[in-house]
Nanobody, 120 residues
């Protein structure tokens, strides 16, 4: 069993900041990459940021320069620092991990999601 536990969502005014966290636990042998996705009402889920095991990062154009993804390998935790938030950043944010389990399978896991609401 693998669990992803997210935290850090909430309500913030435009221009403000929030920091999301996602901790992975369970039968994990190796984490290959961790990502943040988001889904706004009536829209498809979109990739926001990704960080690989080697530390490479990539961002959606809409968040470049405002969001920063980082990870703590020892804690198996990924963070998303969100600055200069805009109302259009309002969405449910989901953590995703691509990992190898202790039984050898490579699978993708999702967190339960955390709501981020940015008021204008």
């Amino acid at each position: 069993q693998v669990q992803l536990m997210e935290s850090g969502g909430g309500l913030v005014q435009a221009g403000g900041s929030l920091r999301l966290s996602c901790a992975a636990s369970g039968s994990i042998f190796r984490i290959n990459a961790m990502c943040w996705y988001r889904q706004a009402p009536g829209k498809q889920r979109e990739l926001v940021a990704i960080i690989t095991r080697g530390g490479s990062t990539n961002y959606a154009d809409s968040v470049k320069g405002r969001f920063t993804i980082s990870s703590d390998t020892a804690k198996r935790t990924v963070y998303l620092q969100m600055n200069s938030l805009k109302p259009e950043d309002t969405a449910v944010y989901y953590c995703n991990a691509d990992l190898v389990t202790l039984v050898g399978g490579t699978l993708s896991y999702w967190g339960q999601g955390t709501q981020v609401t940015v008021s204008s």
